[in-house]
């Protein structure tokens, strides 16, 4: 399955209060209708979006009353998405949940019962609000810093392209060449060559068509201002 467009799904608020429905109870078709206020058809489209995308599955099962099996809707997905949109920071990243993430956490024990269950979601949503407040912070710190990098590398360097790689690299971690190409319409030996001359300035590690940030070269830099006009 292909990761679904979930900033299209979400950007509409039906499809958002038919969602907050089927994360309640279980969902047939005429129930979900009498929810929103737009029509039958209406609804009917947007469910049709949301399982074309993979955001849904749906089933049919006999109703406890004669007549027709009812169509019934489930939420397809596990996964929390983080985005940060300012005037120097465009990021997304979606997290599945269904997967264990390679990190140690303390988290509460197993509760046994519904009384159990309940404190237990609610101490972990106290938690979830002190994370969302870190992360707050660290975007707020990430986004001024970012727009310090870009002054001062106009600034010093002047060159708009080598910038832009710079941006890109930062924000995702690495880049190939063939998505800087499309991204800044370059030829690929426009990219690489923009490339070497950013890392006359910003230590870079350059390596089967991938662009990364020289961690250690960038260390070792710092840790040696005098000779950083050798590097």
Known sequence: MTEPDIFYILGNKVRRDLLSHLTCTECYFSFLSSKVSVSSTA????????????????????????????????????????????????????????????????????????????????????????????????????????????????????????LAILHYVLLNG????DELSDRLNLKEREVLQKASELDRFVPLRIKDGVITIDDERLKAKLGGEDDAGED
């Open 43 to 162: 609804v009917a489209k947007h469910l049709k979006i949301m399982e074309r995308e993979g955001i849904l599955k749906s089933y049919e099962r006999e109703g406890p009353f004669i007549g027709p099996a009812r169509k019934y809707y489930d939420i397809n997905i596990a996964k929390t998405y983080v985005v940060t949109i300012t005037p120097n920071i465009f990021w997304y990243r979606g997290l599945d949940l269904s997967e264990e993430p390679d990190v140690t956490i303390e988290l509460p024990e197993e509760p046994k019962n519904l009384d159990e269950m309940i404190l237990t979601f609610r101490n972990l949503s106290k938690k979830l609000e002190e994370i969302l407040k870190e992360l707050q912070a660290i975007e707020g710190r990430r986004d001024r810093l970012m727009a310090m990098i870009k002054e001062t590398y106009l600034k010093e360097i002047g060159d708009m392209t080598q």
């Open 174 to 177: 690495s880049a190939t060449v």
